[in-house]
């Protein structure tokens, strides 16, 4: 069974920067797709973005393109997501997450997640 588990929220102000990491164990999965996903207050969890295979491939959402960058490494079963160029409506649970079932990877194709870490964003 595949255990997530995030560090790296917290506060920061509007434009500033913020890593998030995950640790991740049990993942077996043949889809091998793992990402983050995020909830706000008041509104429905959502994918943010994915890596497929350790890199050969990368998806984000809309909302985030240009500004998050998504990498993997292999080798200490640890997931990034640098965060730059923060704004207040990124102020959300951040959840790394994994596609368990056989499936195509994409920013918002995931079925297991973490318990989450905060992040807030102050205008």
């Known amino acids: 069974q595949v255990q997530l588990v995030e560090s790296g929220g917290g506060s920061v102000q509007a434009g500033g920067s913020l890593k998030l990491s995950c640790v991740a164990s049990g993942y077996t999965s043949s889809s091998n797709c793992m990402g983050w996903s995020r909830q706000a207050p008041g509104k429905e969890r959502e994918g943010v973005a994915a890596i497929y295979a350790g890199g050969i491939s990368t998806y984000y959402a809309d909302s985030v393109k240009g500004r998050f960058t998504i990498s993997q490494d292999n080798a200490k079963n640890t997931l990034y997501l640098q965060m730059d160029s923060l704004k207040p409506e990124d102020t959300a649970m951040y959840y790394c997450?994994?596609?368990?079932?056989?499936?195509?990877?994409?920013?918002?194709?995931?079925?297991?997640w973490g318990q989450g870490t905060l992040v807030t964003v102050s205008s």
């Open positions: 997450a994994a596609l368990v079932a056989k499936g195509p990877c994409g920013w918002d194709a995931f079925d297991a």
